[in-house]
């Protein structure tokens, strides 16, 4: 199970930290990532990182989000700078153990745990 936290609302060029707890160990998992769906949007790939700790970004938040893990803690972080409006949505995390792929675009249903996401509102 994956719960994330950390959301809320915040005004542009502010930043937030966003959690994903794992119940179990995420560590040996292949791929993390983190998604997001803007209001009437699809859910689109934002960051993703991997079991060598190579991160993958979409060209939306690069230079802006950084993805990374503490497997000691089975937790997931997104540090986000610099938000835009653009960034609000809701924003979810995700864990997969197959595959060999870690791209930003991984899809989101080719991951095994899934989490039910925060809300992030960047007026």
């Known amino acids: 199970q994956l719960v994330e936290s950390g959301g809320g609302s915040v005004q542009a060029g502010g930043s937030l930290r966003l959690s994903c707890a794992a119940s179990?160990?995420?560590?040996?998992?292949?791929?993390k990532a983190w998604f997001r769906q803007p209001p009437g949007k699809e859910r689109e790939g934002v960051a993703t990182?991997?079991?060598?700790?190579?991160?993958s970004y979409s060209d939306s938040v690069k230079g802006r989000f950084t993805i990374f893990a503490d497997d000691a803690k089975n937790t997931l972080y997104l540090q986000m700078n610099s938000l835009k409006p653009e960034d609000t949505a809701m924003y979810y995390c995700?864990?997969?153990?197959?595959?060999?792929?870690?791209?930003?675009?991984?899809?989101?249903?080719?991951?095994?745990?899934r989490g039910q996401g925060t809300q992030v509102t960047v007026s």
């Open positions: 179990g160990y995420i560590g040996s998992s292949i791929c």
């Open positions: 990182i991997d079991h060598y700790g190579t991160t």
């Open positions: 995700a864990a997969a153990y197959g595959g060999t792929w870690c791209p930003a675009g991984r899809s989101w249903g080719t991951f095994d745990y």
